[in-house]
């Protein structure tokens, strides 16, 4: 009996969403300890074609999954093998709705999957047009940075519709991530600065163009691990953010902590509006005062990410 695995992992972004997708560039981390696996497994005959079974933080595939259904259809189409029966295991560490990449994890992990069951080389490109016919169905109008981060090693700077760039970093201090426990909603956040460009377009224009300037800011600090300058300008994100109305009360209290524990910067991070925000810090030190304030301020959880290898 065949059986095939595909991998993948959470990502956090840095700088640069919402504005991501009006054309502006963000740079996203991936997160590699946090993953999701896809195991496609033969079955010899039976009625029973597509059985998925999912096993991770809140125990269903939840919105996900008709983003999921429709990818392994299309997918089993192309390899013209839409009466192989077979069973789909899911497993992840990324919980969902938190703007960490599940949904574009569990595609491009399913994708990998499936190209190895059916002895096919699969390369990025190939790999990102799959894994936006889930995202479209899953997000509306996804931007692809989701997508590109989950499946790479290294950090991204990605502009939309350009080739992604992974770029190496010089990035010694500690990210701290929290989910406020509220769920992000990233499809809602989204059509939200959508209306505001509607309705007061010269505003929201200018906060999503220094979004960009803030990325490419940004990107000049990793390099150079001027740690004290990401952290500003992090914050001046936040604000931008925050003016976009993707923020959210219990986002505004935990960076609000991490800021008043020694974070250098702190800002949502995703699609807001709930969801997870990361903090910058200097050291680990530093990182765990950050991680009891987090906690003590309602934080449902809380990871660290440092980068030695890149
Ligand atoms: C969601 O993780 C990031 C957003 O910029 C949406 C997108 O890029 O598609 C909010």
Known sequence: KKTSIGKSHAKVILMGEHSVVYGQPAISLPLPDITFTATVEERLAGQIIFTPTYQGPFSSLAEG??????????????FNALKQPFTLRLRSDIPQERGMGSSAASATAIIRAFYDFFDTPLDAKTLQKWTAIEERITHGSPSGLDAATVSSDAPIWF???EVTQPFSLNLNGVIVLADTGIKGQTGLAVSVVRSLLEENPQDAKQHIHTLGILATEAQTALQT???????RLMNQAQQELTALEVSHPQLDVLIEAANQAGALGAKLTGGGIGGTMLALAPNMEVANRIITALETAGANEVWTQTYPTF
Not at 225 to 231: T, V
């Open 65 to 78: 999954y008709e983003g999921i259904r429709q990818l392994v259809n299309r997918l089993l189409i192309n």
């Open 225 to 231: 691990n001027d740690l004290q300058n990401l952290g």
């Open 159 to 161: 502009i939309k519709h």
